[in-house]
């Protein structure tokens, strides 16, 4: 058997929705044996089994998941006998490079199967916040969470999922995994940019009215007062680079922030027509994992930040918080009284406050990427 197949797992999750099956790949990080995976591969779990391809069955445990980029680290009692795969490095990855993507289609008849291709597109933002390669190489049900491969027998990448009968499949990049994967060992959950403002991709008629000759960039259309991005950026600046990452649209600029969240990056613009380079502090917000979040009646985890407010880390599936529209890195700023509206900046202060609304349902007001709006929650019912 080659490398890349010995270096492959089964995954078999049982969980109250019935029993699923996924592949992961076995690396190592920091000197410990880990699979990595998709998140979605280990959704409400109950019990996780790993097979390798000795037909060899372990029992495995979530350290900690990452839904908004469909990334998990699972960790095994028993790490005997297991080779860690050599890791490529996907930033050399260039559309056309043959690959192949290894795992089990389908059913676990076909476990371990590698099938080929080539990368079509080296960024597409189709499945996550972090880019993903898209191939052409099959990649099914079952294959999500396997590798994907250079002709070297190098990772670099995790296949997450495939258009059936398109020829289009896509895989997250293996830098950005492996970087998700350590905030989760270190922080049990990924981290995200405390940065708050808002851009929007060029179109022509903006480029136009803008005085641009081109559509590259995102122009800088929301900003709020209180953060350390408004003394940096201006309304109507037209990012282009943050850091290594040229800024083609408002998703790539939030793969940037999210990349290089706790430190302070080169961000280069245009502002009145003139090229400069500004320096962009962007505070890390750390985020818990929803395995292992304390979620509140309403479906919510939240967490006190100093600088920031009341942050929400968490958000429960199939919660009230979750048909509310709540996301992760949303700032709850204050809940309906009588007289109007009371600021709440703690736990305290928000569990105190919608006790007085028992089960009926009330309005929050939240501040999302930059904007206020209002939400509507109501308790969980029993």
């Not at 995102?218 to 990452?245: A, P, Q, W």
């Not at 880390?313 to 007289?339: C, K, M, N, Q, Y």
Request: aromatic share 6%; hydrophobic share 40%.
């Amino acid at each position: 058997m080659h490398p890349i197949q010995q270096g492959t797992v089964v995954i078999y999750n049982r969980s109250a929705e019935g029993a699923s099956l996924g592949s992961g790949v076995i690396v190592e990080i920091n000197d410990a044996i880990y699979i990595l995976t998709n998140a979605h591969c280990v959704e409400h779990v109950r019990d996780l089994t790993i097979e390798t391809w000795t037909n060899d069955f372990r029992k495995a445990r979530i350290v900690g998941a990452d839904e908004a980029s469909d990334v998990a680290v699972l960790v095994l009692d028993d790490t005997t006998g297991l080779k860690p795969l050599r890791i490529g490095n996907s930033d050399l990855v260039r559309a056309r490079d043959t690959v192949d993507a290894v795992g089990s289609p389908l059913d676990s008849s076909l476990k371990f199967t590698i099938t080929r291709g080539i990368i079509s597109l080296e960024e597409n933002f189709s499945l996550s916040i972090i880019p993903c390669f898209q191939v052409d190489a099959a990649i099914n049900s079952g294959n999500s969470g396997g590798g994907l491969f250079n002709e070297a027998g190098e990772l670099i990448g995790i296949n997450s999922s495939g258009i059936e009968n398109s020829g289009i499949a896509f895989a997250l990049k293996i830098n950005d995994v492996l970087r998700i994967a350590g905030q989760i060992l270190a922080f049990g959950g990924a981290v995200v940019p405390g940065v708050y403002f808002g851009g929007k991709g060029l179109d022509p008629i903006l480029s136009e009215a803008l005085g641009l000759r081109h559509t590259r960039g995102v122009v800088v259309d929301v900003i709020e007062k209180r953060c350390v991005s408004s003394t940096v950026l201006k309304f109507g600046d037209v990012i282009l680079h943050v850091g290594d990452v040229r800024i083609r649209t408002s998703d790539s600029l939030t793969y940037a922030l999210q990349k290089f969240a706790g430190y302070e990056v080169a961000v280069t613009l245009l502002r009145d027509g003139r090229e400069m380079q500004v320096q962009l502090p962007i505070p890390a917000v750390q985020m818990g994992s929803s395995h292992k979040l304390n979620y509140n009646a309403y479906g919510l985890a939240l967490k006190n930040e100093r600088q920031m407010g009341l942050v929400v880390v968490g958000v429960e599936a199939g919660s009230p918080a979750e048909r509310a529209d709540f996301e992760p890195g949303d700032i709850i700023l204050a809940l309906p009284t009588a007289d109007g509206w009371e600021e709440v900046k703690t736990i305290g202060a928000f569990n105190k406050r919608t006790r007085s609304f028992g089960k009926k349902a009330f309005l929050v007001k939240v501040e999302e990427k930059g904007q206020e709006t209002l939400r509507g929650l109501k308790r969980k019912s029993a």
